[in-house]
């Protein structure tokens, strides 16, 4: 089975810009999350689609959004691009199973960087 | 809110040491709990998980227990690898199915010297 994929794998932009960043989940998975990375931040919580629904959202700006395609692959727009989103972006997977925990399986991530 | 804390080094150690990387949460909730690993170039690998109080997860020779009278999930491991350098992550969620997103300490980079 493939894994999470993430498109493109880096990315150079200038401040106001926008960007698109892509994620293709495992076969068969319906829920995707996305996150940042950064190094004084960390890891956190962009948010969450399953079924083309928007499920949960981190505390991230409104310039910080997202899609989901029927397909399941999802996108993540940032816009007005600042120096400060520059950053690792990760995009998770996740069955839904119903068990007790579905587990996330992690993209590559999209290295974003902002002149 | 919910938060993780962990030392975030980095911790170097000689191969065969025992490693101990230490992890506290504060949560309103009962959480489920994971140790993510991430090596350089890579996404997150999720390295082991504990569901409820005292479970024990353990993967790869790694062990954490589960410890909701501490709010602990300490990672151990008897004998460490120059493999096993990397970024180790704790993590915590409530909601457990992906929804309510992971919230993760600040990372720990282990570095396993020859």
């Known amino acids: 089975k493939a894994g999470v994929t993430q498109t493109p794998r880096y990315l150079i932009k200038t401040r106001g810009q926008q960007v698109t960043l892509s994620c293709s989940p495992i076969s068969g998975h319906r829920s995707v999350s996305w996150y940042q990375q950064t190094p004084g931040q960390g890891l956190q919580f962009l948010f969450e689609y399953f079924s083309e629904t928007q499920r949960n959202k981190g505390n991230f700006p409104g310039r910080f959004s997202g899609r989901q395609f029927s397909n399941s692959r999802s996108e993540m727009n940032v816009s007005t691009l600042e120096l400060g989103d520059s950053a690792l972006y990760l995009c998770a997977s996740t069955s839904n199973s119903g068990g007790p925990y579905n587990e996330q399986f992690f993209g590559p991530g999209t290295r974003l960087t902002v002149l | 809110g919910n938060s993780v804390t962990q030392m975030e080094g980095p911790v170097t150690l000689s191969e065969e040491a025992f490693l101990t990387i230490n992890c506290t949460y504060t949560?309103?909730?009962?959480?489920?709990l994971f140790w993510y690993v991430q090596y350089p170039g890579e996404g997150l690998q999720l390295l082991l998980k504990a569901t409820k109080a005292d479970d024990k997860g353990s993967n790869k020779g790694f062990e954490a227990t589960y410890r909701k009278e501490t709010t602990s999930f300490h990672l151990e491991k008897g004998s460490v690898q120059v493999s096993d350098s990397a970024v180790y992550f704790c993590?915590?969620?409530?909601?457990?199915?992906?929804?309510?997103?992971?919230?993760f300490g600040k990372g720990t980079h282990l570095i396993i010297q020859p």
């Open positions: 993590a915590l969620s409530e909601g457990g199915g992906g929804a309510d997103g992971l919230t």
């Open positions: 949560a309103t909730g009962y959480p489920s």
